[in-house]
């Protein structure tokens, strides 16, 4: 439970509501972040699939930003 609401309060801090840039509500922006963000999916990856602690990294990253931005992820990664 402690875990999750460290969690969600991350996940506040990264989506802003106001601005438009939210691919779920809060509760399951929230679930996803808990999901992929786990012991279990990176030794999943890393221990089971042999990836590397860098691409595991890079792949977070990509699939957080598609899926808790939206399209808007994709947008800012081609303006930088």
């Given at each position: 439970?402690?875990?999750?609401?460290?969690?969600?309060?991350?996940?506040?801090?990264?989506?802003?509501?106001?601005?438009?840039?939210?691919?779920?509500?809060?509760?399951?922006?929230?679930?996803?972040?808990?999901?992929?963000?786990?012991?279990?999916?990176?030794?999943?990856?890393?221990?089971?699939?042999?990836?590397?602690?860098?691409?595991?990294?890079?792949?977070?990253?990509?699939?957080?930003?598609?899926?808790?931005?939206?399209?808007?992820?994709?947008r800012r990664r081609e303006l930088r």
């Amino acid at each position: 439970r402690r875990r999750h609401q460290t969690q969600s309060a991350l996940v506040q801090l990264v989506i802003d509501p106001e601005a438009g840039d939210v691919a779920h509500d809060h509760s399951d922006a929230v679930a996803i972040y808990f999901a992929l963000v786990n012991s279990h999916t990176h030794q999943l990856m890393v221990g089971s699939l042999g990836w590397s602690f860098q691409r595991w990294e890079q792949w977070l990253v990509q699939v957080l930003a598609r899926q808790l931005l939206g399209p808007s992820a994709d947008r800012r990664r081609e303006l930088r």
